[in-house]
């Protein structure tokens, strides 16, 4: 285990079990056209952000210290995951994967590579996507963190979800929370107008209806599946902006819940 | 059956709630361990000096090779894999010290500290250093038919020629993983990402110097195996192993990306030396060849890997007189291993080389040299070098299917007239067949076990030998297990794979997942029916004389023909009526003290193979695709886009159409990744340097072509296999031939129709940087008139 465990995590609320969705915020209408791929933007924000983190961790800590002595060369943090704060003390160049996987147990996002070239830890910072292996824990504090595990209401699978399911979007399973991540992205990027590289006409915002499969497979290229469940993907995110899938995508009759 | 079922872990893995072995809630007090990697491919390590790093706050213990309580080697089918090297480092990477700390990051920074000193010795680093050090890890094996030599001397036309292929990595998504449990009793419960529970038990143990019985493995899933996890699981799992047993306490593994393809084996790079005689028709004669596998340092599955891209030298086609000679090249790498297809898609790229070559000097097309060579009739022409007569051959089937469903003959003169219009970009549809032999080599993993535990209250645990790592293994077993009984998928809990349920397992590996663990399944269900069957009878009042006899059965076989499991009811046949359900009839059985657990085998028949004279029947059956595919090539940039794939593949009855596609779909890509994109690079000190996907490219998204159409071939039951199906996971693989052959017929439509080059020596993987490069290569040649081949042409008549 990388890490110590020193801190419980606060209850949650019991009448919020899920408190606001953070992909459901409305966003900062600065951020509309700022970058044409946000999450490249949010990989550059993290880069940048790891330098300046030591100021940051300074900062936090002195604040800390009087109250409460923390253990030496770890900061407080207060991550809100999935609806719920937590408050910890990490070391602060821990990344935000590892806090998620070691610190919190949501082990739903993966660690492919840790050098954020695989996808396969994608989670959503107020609502875009990240890698959560290059951005560090401390520099999450007041924003909306959502994992794989935070995107079902209850029993009720979120559409992404549900069309990875009936589209049959996955063989092993590694990858696909991390692309489940990306694809619910992509579907509020598209939706807040964002283009891709292979947009082909930057003058007008693409559509969700009108979405080709080129623009979904650019828009999730960031994302590896080494089974090459990739046709089923695709057919996932089409299901799940409302277009028809090809027919040659698959009609499950039935579902196993294991 | 037939039923286009989703995964069984399906809402685990939408929801991120799977687990598989890291997943697992960590237990209190787990240590974590980390490698001290030898950073030389060969060298005499002079000093290990542990000491500094229990400096480092948090660390527990260093692990040397003095610490190896039992025997210090993992190697799977012969002594030669040392765990903890002791005076000579192999492989660039070698863990050559592990360090045991409170956490990962404590257990990194102790192992920084180690202290090694070491000789550097020379390296050999490909095939060739080794064939010129004569450095093989076995002698020779051959494989011959006919009279190769004298057919050679007398053909119409010859050509010699070689064919060299890089490796592949995995690149499973989840890295090796291992958690080794000690109950502090000397039992160990080991967790690991393995392909081959059975085997990391038996290797664990002999790490640990105590019985098999003492150590339990399972496999709760795997995030991608591919053939990675067959051995390579083995030597992490031992390390944490003995972490375990000095300590006392829980011990993880779980490798970083870059020390996963730094230290763990790869898909054998091959050279294939070749001498082939054929007629003017184009038919093959005759033909002579070298294989050469690039072994890596130890042996591991080396043998077996050759041996099957040996016997796959012929793929479809009928060669009368054919030699074919293997060697293990020694190198100074990781060791090579197992991955899908096993040394058949080696084989075959040298036959496909081979066919192509003629055909181009024929001036003839290459889809009309390959099929005039298939395999045809009954007898001589119909029967393989190794003296398998091809019982069942589809070959036919499934190329006219392609071809007919790729408009094939329509879009190759499309495409003439794209090429005639287009001066800088290039199309090219090509075919290729498959043909692969289904069966492990080493005929005792033929075997497989199944474990049916019934509960009172109707529910059932499914135990069987197989792992799964994404390919649907489970789900097809479950599907199995609910046909035999006759009850809903939804009694049925699918247990981790564990030694501890089902003993001395085979790898899931070979495609033989379904085939046997299938077959065993089936037979604990029809135990357990065969007990069940009076307890109905009873119950539906049918007594001896309403029970119609079948001629020269037994009353079993009678009652058993006379009672329907189906819809979780057990009904009369001749008193359709007369029915009772399934819970009534099990807990009627336990009040009866009836056993309501049953253990279930399998076994293939008819499997022989003599490696002395290397003929036999290795195989059970074979299974058959064929691929179109289309590509346009850029000639200024050498770049390709895969533009429409159209497949024909035979997975007989299949057990579930869903599955079987997404494993044609999967292996397909993961095929043209090895041959088009994944480019392993070692260099001249040995050193990895493509050892993470920022460098090592395989296929994404936006790769898949958009028109990619998978037939799965109707009317196909397998007599003899589980309802009727066939083995899938492999053969896809090899479909991807069709792209390299189709890359091979963009570069030469550059040339003028009058001047296309007779021959195109593509190199494997075909990257853009390799496309241009033999592009200009051939307009060089075509500009000068000094010609520069080596590869020889010699007219005999």
């Given at each position: 285990m990388p890490d110590k465990t020193s801190s419980q995590p606060d209850q949650p609320e019991p009448n919020q079990p899920n408190a606001k969705k953070p992909n459901a915020k409305k966003p900062n209408s600065k951020k509309l056209n700022a970058s044409r791929r946000n999450f490249l933007g949010q990989a550059l924000t993290a880069a940048g952000g790891a330098i300046a983190a030591p100021t940051l961790f300074k900062s936090a800590q002195a604040q800390e210290v009087a109250a409460n002595p923390l253990p030496e060369g770890e900061v407080a943090v207060q991550l809100t995951v999935n609806g719920q704060t937590q408050s910890l003390t990490l070391e602060p160049r821990v990344t935000l994967l590892d806090a998620l996987r070691e610190r919190m147990g949501l082990t739903g996002s993966k660690k492919g590579c840790d050098h954020g070239q695989c996808g396969a830890c994608t989670v959503l910072v107020d609502g875009q996507r990240v890698y959560s292996c290059l951005t560090l824990a401390v520099m999450q504090e007041d924003k909306a963190i959502t994992t794989i595990e935070g995107l079902a209401q209850g029993e009720t699978l979120h559409p992404m979800q549900a069309a990875f399911l009936q589209q049959d979007g996955f063989q092993c399973g590694y990858c696909t929370p991390g692309q489940i991540c990306a694809a619910v992205a992509l579907l509020d990027e598209v939706q807040r107008g964002c283009a891709s590289a292979v947009t082909p006409d930057l003058t007008t915002s693409p559509a969700t209806a009108t979405l080709s499969e080129a623009e979904i497979r650019e828009r999730l290229s960031g994302n590896l599946c080494r089974c090459s469940a990739y046709n089923g993907i695709v057919a996932a995110v089409q299901q799940a902006i409302g277009q028809t899938p090809p027919p040659a995508a698959v009609v499950l009759d039935q579902v196993i819940h294991a | 059956m037939n039923h286009r079922r989703s995964h069984e872990s399906a809402v685990g893995h939408v929801t991120g709630k799977a687990i598989y072995t890291d997943e697992q809630r960590p237990l209190l007090g787990m240590l974590s361990i980390y490698p001290v990697i030898a950073p030389h491919a060969h060298a005499r390590i002079t000093r290990l000096d542990t000491a500094a790093a229990y400096e480092v706050p948090g660390l527990v213990r260093v692990l040397t090779a003095a610490d190896v309580p039992g025997v210090n080697d993992t190697g799977a089918i012969v002594q030669d894999e040392v765990l903890f090297p002791t005076d000579t480092v192999s492989y660039w990477g070698q863990a050559v010290a592990w360090a045991v700390a409170e956490t990962e990051t404590a257990a990194r920074l102790a192992a920084a500290k180690v202290q090694v000193e070491y000789e550097p010795l020379p390296p050999i680093l490909t095939i060739q250093d080794a064939i010129a050090t004569q450095n093989f890890h076995t002698s020779p094996q051959v494989i011959r038919r006919g009279a190769p030599q004298s057919a050679l001397e007398t053909a119409e036309l010859r050509l010699t020629g070689e064919v060299e292929m890089n490796g592949q990595d995995h690149f499973y998504l989840e890295t090796q993983a291992s958690w080794v449990i000690p109950d502090g009793e000397g039992h160990y419960q080991v967790y690991s990402s393995t392909q081959h529970p059975t085997e990391t038990q038996l290797i664990v143990a002999r790490v640990l110097g105590i019985t098999s019985n003492q150590v339990t493995v399972t496999c709760l899933r795997m995030g991608g195996g591919f053939g990675g996890k067959e051995t390579q699981a083995n030597p992490f799992a031992c390390v944490a192993a003995i972490a375990a047993q000095i300590t006392g306490r829980p011990v993880r593994v779980k490798l970083n990306r870059q020390h996963d393809m730094m230290l763990t084996g790869k898909r054998h790079g091959f050279l294939g030396q070749y001498q082939v005689g054929f007629t003017r028709q184009g038919l093959i004669t005759a033909l002579d060849v070298d294989l050469y596998a690039d072994g890596g340092w130890s042996l591991d599955l080396s043998p077996p890997v050759l041996m099957r891209a040996m016997v796959h030298i012929d793929n479809a086609y009928y060669i009368p007189n054919l030699e074919v000679r293997g060697q293990i090249a020694r190198t100074h790498k990781a060791s090579n291993t197992a991955f899908r297809g096993f040394g058949g898609p080696q084989g075959m790229i040298v036959i496909e080389e081979i066919i192509d070559r003629i055909a181009r000097t024929l001036k003839l097309s290459p889809e009309l040299v390959r099929e005039r060579n298939f395999y045809h009739g009954s007898g001589e022409t119909n029967t393989t070098h190794y003296g398998q007569e091809i019982a069942d051959n589809r070959i036919q089937r499934v190329w006219q299917e392609a071809q007919m469903n790729a408009q094939f003959l329509e879009r190759k003169l499309a495409i003439a007239q794209f090429n005639s219009t287009h001066a800088y970009q290039k199309r090219a549809i090509a075919i290729t067949p498959v043909k692969f032999g289904i069966s492990f080599n080493k005929i005792q993993y033929n075997q497989a076990g199944a474990l049916l535990l019934i509960y009172t209250d109707g529910s059932i645990q499914l135990n069987h030998g197989g792992t799964e790592m994404g390919q649907g293994l489970h789900t097809k077993m479950l599907q199995v297990a609910a046909r035999t009984l006759g009850v809903s998928l939804s009694r049925f809990r699918m247990m981790p794979t564990s030694t501890d349920k089902v003993p001395n397992t085979s790898a899931t590996a070979a495609s033989s997942g379904s085939d046997l663990n299938g077959q065993a399944v089936k037979d604990a269900c029809e135990t357990i029916k065969a007990r069940l069957a009076p307890i109905a009878a009873q119950l539906l009042l049918l007594l001896p004389d309403e029970i119609p006899q079948i001629n020269g059965k037994s009353s079993e076989a009678d009652l058993l023909q006379e009672l329907i499991f189906a819809e979780d009811t057990i009904r009369s046949?001749?008193?359709?009526d007369r029915q009772v359900s399934f819970e009534a009839v099990v807990k009627q059985a336990y009040c009866d003290r009836i056993s309501l657990s049953a253990t279930g085998y399998y076994r293939t028949p008819n499997l022989s193979w003599n490696p002395e004279t290397g003929k036999g029947n290795p195989f059970y059956y074979f299974a058959y695709g064929a691929a179109v595919s289309e590509v346009e090539v850029d000639g200024f940039t050498g770049t390709f886009k895969l533009r429409q794939v159209d497949i024909v593949h035979d997975v007989g009855e299949s057990l579930n159409p869903l599955i079987d596609q997404g494993q044609v779909e999967g292996g397909f890509v993961q095929g043209m990744g090895w041959l088009t994109m994944e480019e392993l690079v070692w260099d001249n000190q040995g050193r990895l340097r493509t050892d993470a996907p920022s460098t090592y490219k395989i296929p994404t998204i936006s790769e898949i072509p958009e028109h990619f159409q998978v037939h799965l071939l109707e009317r196909a039951s397998q007599p003899g296999v589980i309802y009727g199906s066939k083995a899938v996971g492999e053969p896809p693989f090899m479909l991807a031939m069709s792209v390299r052959e189709a890359i091979r017929g963009a570069i030469a439509a550059f040339s003028p129709p009058s001047l296309e080059p007779d021959h195109i020596p593509l190199p494997s993987p075909a990257t853009p940087e390799a496309i241009l490069m033999t592009l200009e290569a051939l307009q060089q040649n075509a500009s000068s008139e000094v010609l520069v081949k080596p590869w020889l042409i010699i007219e005999n008549r």
């Open positions: - | 046949r001749t008193y359709p």
